[in-house]
Every structure is written in C-alpha cells, then in structure tokens.
C-alpha cells in the first residue's frame, strides 16, 4: 500500500530519516487521524500520547502539549507538524542514547561519578517536544 502522506526531501534531509523512520510516520498518522481529517483533534492526540505512555495526562496537561506541536494554532496535528514532533523526538532520542554511552565510558572507576555534568537530560517526550520548539 502507498500511502498520501509525503515526507518533503526538506524534512527527511533536517530530521536525517530513514526509510524506517519515514514509514513509522506514514503507518503511525492514520492510525491516530481516527476520522481520515488529515489531522489530529485533541481526542485523537491524547490517543497517540497515550501510546507513547502518557495516558493519565492532564486535560491542562494535553492542551500545553498540543499548543507545543500545533505550531499552526489551529487546535489540530497536521501531518507536517507530525513529522516534525517525531523528528524532534528521534533527534531527543539519538541524543539521550549518545550521552547514555558518555555517561558509561566516562565512569571508569564504576562508582557512578562522572566529571562531565548534563544539564540537558530530557527524559520523557514532553520534555522533547517542549525542548525542541
């Protein structure tokens, strides 16, 4: 099956995705767009949160995180700010994984002391896509 939505060559050069992470996208969009829209409401986007873990979300909680990747305001995920909240979210998740192998090889004497200090440890999506905006 071919899907509609499109990935710009803009967004898959920015975000560096791969196929894999271009079909995650195109599998993942429709099946959170419930009503076939071409975007997500509220509904459907406490639907994809809820995936991803985030099921006892607040709904003051949920409207701070739709305004964060609504960029367009218009209370709905486009595709285009879909793709944008996952890019920002693998470009979180690259980021945490490289400072996880830091954070290994720099404590050499395994007594879980480090000298270098992150002061940018994400640790859940909201705090990626927040970050990332």
Do not use: H
């Not at 710009?8 to 419930?34: G, V």
């Not at 829209?37 to 979300?57: R, V, Y």
């Not at 909680?61 to 964060?68: C, N, P, R, S």
């Amino acid at each position: 099956m071919v899907s509609s939505y499109k990935v710009s060559q803009e967004k898959k050069d920015e975000y560096q995705f791969s196929l894999e992470d271009i079909n995650a996208c195109q599998i993942s969009f429709p099946q959170f767009d419930r009503d076939n829209s071409a975007s997500m409401d509220k509904k459907e986007f406490m639907g994809l949160l809820a995936s991803l873990g985030f099921s006892d979300l607040s709904d003051k909680d949920t409207d701070k995180m739709m305004a964060i990747v609504d960029t367009s305001s218009v209370d709905r995920i486009s595709w285009d700010e879909f793709v944008d909240m996952y890019g920002k979210w693998k470009e979180g998740e690259v980021n945490r994984k490289v400072k996880k192998a830091v954070m290994k090889i720099s404590d050499v004497n395994k007594e879980a002391q480090l000298d270098i200090k992150f002061t940018d440890d994400t640790k859940t999506i909201p705090d990626i896509i927040g970050k990332a905006y």
